[in-house]
C-alpha cells in the first residue's frame, strides 16, 4: 500500500502542467527580482488613478493586503512606523493594493478599515482580472499570497520582495529591516 501512494504521488508530479498552471509560472518568473515592474494604472479611495510609472525617479513600496487578511492586519502596526519614518522623505512612496477581496463593496470596508485603524496609508485597489475577481496586478506579478511586499528602485526595477507575516521578529526588528532595505535600494540608485 505505501509503494502504491508513494507511485500514486509521483505521478502527480509528472502530469505536465495544465496551460493556466503553466500561464502563472511564465507570469511568476517574469517579475523576478531585479526585472523590471511592470505598469499599473489603479484607483485610490478618492478615485484618482495612479501610476506606477508616474512615480519613476521614486523609491516605491508597493504593500499588497486585503480586508480579510489576519496577518495583512498584524503587520500594519510596523508598516505604519516605516512609513511614518518616511513621511517627509519625498523619494520613498508607499502604495497599498487592496487585492482579492471577496465583498462587492471593498471600497467601503477598506475606508472603513483605514479609520478604524487610524491607518494614513495611501490605498489603491487593484482591478478585475480575467476571472472576474480584483486579482488583476496581483496575477501579474504572480503572487502566492497577501501580504506581500514589493521595493522598486527608483528606475523601476524590483529590488525586495517579502511574503507573509513572520512572528519570530518583534515590530522593532521589523522596523528596522525594512529601513534598512529601502536605505540601502536608495543609496545604490545614487551610485
Known sequence: MKSFILAVVAIAF?????SSA??????????ALNAAAP????????????????????????????????????NFPAVQKVVDHYKNDQNVVFLFIDTREKSADYVQLAKAD???NRYDFHVL????GPEGKQNKYYSTLGM?????????????????KSVGYDDRYTD????????????????????
Not at 22 to 31: N, P, Q, T
Open 14 to 18: 509528472l502530469i505536465p502542467l495544465t
Open 22 to 31: 503553466a500561464k502563472k509560472l511564465k507570469l511568476a518568473d517574469s517579475v
Open 39 to 74: 505598469d499599473f494604472r489603479l484607483k485610490d479611495m478618492s478615485g484618482k488613478d495612479v501610476t506606477l510609472s508616474s512615480l519613476k525617479g521614486k523609491v516605491v513600496v508597493l504593500d499588497f493586503w486585503a480586508t480579510w487578511c489576519v496577518p495583512c492586519h498584524e
Open 114 to 116: 483605514m479609520e478604524k
Open 125 to 128: 485597489f487593484d482591478e478585475l
Open 144 to 160: 502566492a499570497g497577501i501580504p506581500t511586499r514589493f521595493i522598486i528602485d527608483a528606475n523601476g526595477i524590483i529590488r525586495d
Open 172 to 191: 522593532a526588528q521589523k522596523v528596522a529591516a525594512a529601513i534598512k532595505v529601502i536605505d540601502d535600494i536608495k543609496a545604490s540608485a545614487a551610485k
